[in-house]
């Protein structure tokens, strides 16, 4: 019976759209003019909030087009503006969601709008889920935020009287009860899903009773209303990457591809802010966005249109951005940074193509040139400019290098000699380590060593001894037998030469004493005579000295009687052993010459002194130098 019932449901609520889809409405009637009034739509960018705009926007008021998607707000209030030919239709966010974006709302309507005349509550939901703050979603949409905002926008509706509050409802709030203990408890199925849009639609009928009662006679008219069965976009329903059912002859289905798309735009000479003429070309990657509100503004514009139409519509934005841009910039700024180009173009062409429901995932220059060669004169001209700052840089490098490297090797050297400092420090005290290590080593190789030649010697002196033994040993048995040897060969001397000698021996014995006495007797008689000479010649050396004495001591006495006359003639006794003394050398002279000059009387002189001398020396000497031959040569006949 429940599926009996659930399916007459389903085939009603399909009598109604196909009705609606093919019969027009007729025209709101019975309302006049509303220019210079205010009205407030929420969920006005599609459905009965936007026919609900269109109809005031035609009657001339100014219509606030309070939406939760900027793209799609703004979309709706250009169609409405279009088509209704009133400028007056703007767009506001509000996010009935956040009770925070109300409060923005309404603080950013208050202080930009003077009035407001007309606040219409259309925005609603009928699926469940959370909010942020984890409260029901169903209830804060359809009633907590309207509430809200109403109570926020109150006093610009009481300035503004007569004016009306209208609170879209349903009929379904006949099947509501509020049972205030479970608001904020999960809902589960679409059992509950169905219970929970009737209980917020019967808490807008009891607020909007509420608000009428407590605003009576304050010109403030509220009103709760059923806008009954309407096809609109709430009765679309997006599928990608899944399936749905559909009515067959009821429900239209449409596929649009969600694959990225490539575009290559391209723009033919196109005159940048120089004047010179560009051809650029690009690659651009895009698709379709598959967010709820953004898909569904795509499926407005492109259903109904193959890939290629799509592609087209894309890429003659693309290239229009493109060629605007073009016309904004210098030569050097899109062929240098192209990359700044591109983020340029796809900054200014993402919104439109977003209003689409286009993304653009990238965007790059695939091309640019010219036809006038003024890319390469660039080129030239900016190679000659890199060459310079090239040839500039390789030399301030090179110079900064000159001085980096001599500052480093500078630290190198300091570095180095602090470490060859250390080094040495460390060799010094390694090798004062390693000489003490080795005097002990030395010492105790030294011990050892001693050791080891002293128990050498020590088992030497063992060795030697045994040796010894042995040798005394071998000694004593020689000597055994030496000494029979020595008893055969004595007894063989005394046989063969002992006896003879012994005879020969006696008879020269013999004659010896013979001799010896002979000689003795000589010898006697031989001293006895030279006793006698020697006791003759003492006598006589006695005697002379004796006489030599008193002869000195009568000298002494004469002598000391005499004075400088015995001394005169101790002188003069003297000198010719003095004489004899210096001539000595003149006797190995063989001739003497004297020479001299015609005036000279050196000649004369040396002879007559020669003449003179020999007698001279021998009246005082007695020494006749006459005779000596060199003297006698010297002298001639003179002497």
């Given at each position: 019976m429940?599926?009996?019932?659930?399916?007459?449901?389903?085939?009603?609520?399909?009598?109604?759209?196909?009705?609606?889809?093919?019969?027009?409405?007729?025209?709101?009637?019975?309302?006049?003019?509303?220019?210079?009034?205010?009205?407030?739509?929420?969920?006005?960018?599609?459905?009965?909030?936007?026919?609900?705009?269109?109809?005031l926007a035609r009657r001339g008021a100014r219509v606030v087009l309070a939406c939760r998607s900027r793209e799609r707000g703004e979309a709706a209030a250009f169609d409405l503006r279009q088509e209704s030919g009133n400028n007056e239709v703007i767009f506001m966010a509000l996010d009935l969601a956040s009770l925070a974006s109300v409060r923005a709302f309404a603080t950013a309507f208050l202080s930009s709008e003077p009035r407001l005349d007309i606040l219409i509550h259309n925005a609603g939901i009928s699926s469940c889920g959370r909010t942020r703050e984890a409260f029901n979603l169903l209830l804060r949409v359809n009633h907590v935020s309207p509430f809200l905002l109403t109570h926020l926008l109150l006093p610009h509706l009481r300035m503004c009287a007569p004016s009306r509050v209208v609170v879209v409802s349903s009929a379904a709030h006949r099947r509501g009860h509020l049972?205030?203990?479970?608001?904020?408890?999960?809902?589960?199925?679409?059992?509950?899903?169905?219970?929970?849009?009737?209980?917020?639609?019967?808490?807008?009928?009891?607020?909007?009773?509420?608000?009428?009662?407590?605003?009576?006679?304050?010109?403030?008219?509220?009103?709760?209303?059923?806008?009954?069965?309407?096809?609109?976009?709430?009765?679309?329903?997006?599928?990608?990457?899944?399936?749905?059912?559909?009515?067959?002859?009821?429900?239209?289905?449409?596929?649009?591809?969600?694959?990225?798309?490539?575009?290559?735009?391209?723009?033919?000479?196109?005159?940048?802010?120089?004047?010179?003429?560009?051809?650029?070309?690009?690659?651009?990657?895009?698709?379709?966005?598959?967010?709820?509100?953004?898909?569904?503004?795509?499926?407005?514009?492109?259903?109904?249109?193959?890939?290629?139409?799509?592609?087209?519509?894309?890429?003659?934005?693309?290239?229009?951005?493109?060629?605007?841009?073009?016309?904004?910039?210098?030569?050097?700024?899109?062929?240098?940074?192209?990359?700044?180009?591109?983020?340029?173009?796809?900054?200014?062409?993402?919104?439109?193509?977003?209003?689409?429901?286009?993304?653009i995932l990238s965007f790059t220059i695939k091309d640019v040139y010219d036809k006038v060669d003024y890319l390469s004169s660039l080129g030239k001209t900016q190679t000659a400019v890199v060459q310079r700052d090239a040839d500039i840089g390789v030399a301030e490098a090179e110079r900064d290098a000159g001085i980096r490297e001599a500052e480093c090797k500078k630290e190198m050297l300091d570095v180095k000699f602090m470490a060859d400092t250390k080094i040495a420090d460390s060799k010094r005290a390694f090798e004062l380590q390693k000489s003490a290590f080795s005097e002990e080593v030395n010492v105790k190789t030294a011990e050892a060593q001693l050791a080891y030649e002293l128990q050498g010697a020590r088992e030497q002196q063992k060795i030697r001894q045994e040796e010894i033994e042995i040798e005394v040993v071998q000694r004593k048995k020689q000597i055994a037998v030496e000494a029979q040897e020595i008893l055969r060969t004595d007894k063989e001397l005394i046989a063969t030469v002992r006896r003879p000698a012994e005879a020969e021996a006696h008879r020269i014995q013999q004659i010896a004493e013979g001799e010896k006495v002979k000689q003795v007797l000589l010898a006697q008689a031989e001293a006895e005579k030279i006793r006698k000479i020697g006791e003759a010649e003492a006598a006589v050396i006695e005697a002379m000295g004796k006489a030599e004495a008193e002869r000195m001591k009568l000298k002494a006495e004469a002598y000391q009687k005499y004075g400088d006359a015995a001394k005169m003639a101790l002188v003069l006794e003297a000198l010719p052993q003095i004489a004899a003394k210096i001539a000595a050398p003149l006797t190995k002279v063989d001739e003497i010459v004297v020479l001299s000059g015609d005036n000279s009387k050196v000649t004369s002189e040396v002879n007559r002194l020669l003449a003179e001398l020999p007698a001279s020396v021998h009246a005082l000497t007695g020494v006749d130098l006459s005779k000596i031959p060199l003297i006698k040569n010297a002298t001639g006949a003179q002497v």
């Open positions: 429940e599926a009996l019932l659930l399916g007459a449901g389903l085939l009603l609520g399909a009598y109604v759209l196909v009705y609606y889809n093919l019969v027009k409405a007729p025209p709101c009637g019975g309302i006049g003019s509303l220019r210079g009034r205010t009205a407030v739509v929420t969920g006005a960018n599609s459905g009965i909030g936007k026919m609900t705009a269109l109809e049972d205030f203990t479970r608001l904020n408890h999960p809902v589960i199925g679409w059992r509950q899903e169905l219970r929970a849009y009737a209980d917020s639609k019967l808490a807008n009928v009891l607020f909007a009773r509420e608000l009428a009662t407590q605003l009576e006679g304050t010109g403030i008219t509220c009103y709760a209303a059923h806008p009954g069965g309407c096809c609109g976009s709430d009765y679309k329903q997006y599928v990608f990457g899944g399936w749905a059912w559909a009515w067959w002859c009821i429900s239209d289905t449409q596929r649009i591809s969600l694959e990225i798309m490539t575009l290559q735009p391209r723009c033919e000479d196109v005159e940048t802010a120089e004047g010179v003429a560009l051809t650029v070309t690009g690659v651009a990657q895009v698709k379709i966005m598959t967010e709820k509100e953004l898909l569904a503004v795509a499926c407005e514009q492109f259903l109904g249109k193959n890939v290629q139409d799509i592609k087209n519509v894309v890429l003659q934005t693309l290239e229009g951005h493109l060629r605007s841009i073009l016309g904004t910039l210098t030569v050097e700024q899109i062929y240098q940074d192209r990359d700044q180009f591109a983020k340029l173009v796809r900054e200014v062409a993402a919104p439109d193509v977003g209003r689409m429901g286009i993304e």
